[in-house]
């Protein structure tokens, strides 16, 4: 068991996570399988000699089943945050006191039939849904909502430049049935 006098020399775990857009600019949360009622953002370790970008769509593939996605952006910082004590002796084999996040945007060019949770040999997520960024800072567990709040604020405005492009590419009700009207 490592004490906390020990396990702030531990290195801090690197990662991705990802904010996956879909066309309306809403993002996908996932249902963590080990935590009902936990949800949060697809994410993961970087394994030794992968850049960011090919670990960010290793993870998407493994843990929403598709690759299906562009990167948009990068986050231009890490972000750290430590594990609670009870968690830091359990995951990764008590090697980390918590992870060090590289985070970027990517907008979803699939389909929602695309996404299969159960691709991956071991599933991370029961279910998913897309919610509003702001929402996923009250779905995430307590101690990484201040990720999420930092998450959330630097890809605001990327989120609001999508969903008004959805809705500038809406077709007009009106217009759309003269078209068919006109076309008998």
Known sequence: MIDSKHSSVLP???CVGLVLFNK???????????SPGGWQLPQGGIEMGENIEHAA????????????ATILEIMDHTIRYDLPEGLRSTLWG???????????ALQFTGKDSDIDLETHEHPEFSRWKWVALEEIIDLIVPFKREVYKQVACTFRPLAAEISSRSKDSRPDRMHLAEFVTDAR
């Open 24 to 34: 309306e600019g809403k993002v996908f949360v996932g249902e963590r399988l080990d």
């Open 57 to 68: 769509l290793r993870e998407l593939s493994e843990e929403v089943g598709t690759t299906s």
């Open 12 to 14: 801090y775990r690197p």
């Open 94 to 104: 008590g090697q980390y006191r918590g992870q060090e996040q590289y985070w970027m």
